[in-house]
């Protein structure tokens, strides 16, 4: 019999709240409340996150945020910082001990991007997996992807790109020499790319999301059925929200 795995759709929310969902799914997985599962999200307003142990004013022009009602939140897997505004958001959380997850990280990683990989073939895109954590498509990146190992839990999350505004994106991020920093944003556009670019119009969020789902159910051999978080679920998230991601002393630790 074909195992069931949960989805869950949760939306748009807030930079600490997506981040707080995310962790409380690892929590409850981890104490073996709920069975694993696959999320689809998306931010608003749009923000940015920093990888774990990147330092938040070196990474990021807080004053532009603030002006262009940009957040910020630090997240518990690691990696740099991505500006999350049109986009489809993933997350995928099972125990480390699941026969479908290898217990090598690197490993892992290609086995989850080649869920994404086979969903972006059902959207007519041509893409591979690019160790040690990207998505490419006609040798540009289509999707960056993060992953933690906690209480015995995975938890990776990562994004598919449905527009990308580079220029905007810099204005947010702080470079490390002003000066070359033209020519950084022209290589960027000539290495990153998006499911606007790639199809000539930017997809319907639900219309990629459901394409992602085939990928994770070819993928893992499972089946995907949509549920809800559970009320312990979301009580932690929004514990997590305010203690954690929300608070000064955690996104200005670094």
Partial sequence: MTEQWRL???????????????RAILVANSEG???????????????????Y????TEEVDLDHCQKYG??????????????????????????????????NIMESYGRICGALVKGLSHLEIASTY????????????ISGNAQTRKAKTVLQHGTI????????????????????????????KQRVTSLRHLLGSEPPFEKTAQAMKRGFEEEFSIKLVE????????????????????AREWNHRR
Avoid at 130 to 141: A, E, L
Avoid at 165 to 180: A, C, G, W
Wanted: glycine content about 6%.
């Fill in 8 to 22: 869950l759709k949760t939306g748009d929310h807030t930079a600490a709240m997506n981040m707080a969902i995310d």
């Fill in 33 to 51: 409340e709920v069975p694993p599962t696959v999320r689809f999200y998306g931010w608003q307003p749009p923000a940015i996150s920093i990888g």
């Fill in 53 to 56: 142990f990147q330092s938040l």
């Fill in 70 to 103: 940009v957040e910020y939140v630090r997240r518990i897997t690691g990696g740099g910082a991505v500006f999350h505004e049109k986009e489809l958001t993933y997350s995928i959380v099972l125990p480390e001990s699941h026969p479908q997850i290898p217990k």
């Fill in 130 to 141: 690019m160790p040690i954590n990207d998505i490419v498509s006609g040798g540009k990146k």
């Fill in 161 to 188: 790109i449905l527009d990308v505004d580079v220029d905007k994106m810099f204005s947010l991020l702080r470079v490390p020499n002003e000066k070359i920093k033209d020519k950084m944003i022209a290589d960027v």
């Fill in 227 to 246: 549920g809800s978080l559970l009320q312990e679920e979301i009580s932690l998230a929004k514990k997590f929200e305010k203690d954690c991601f929300s």
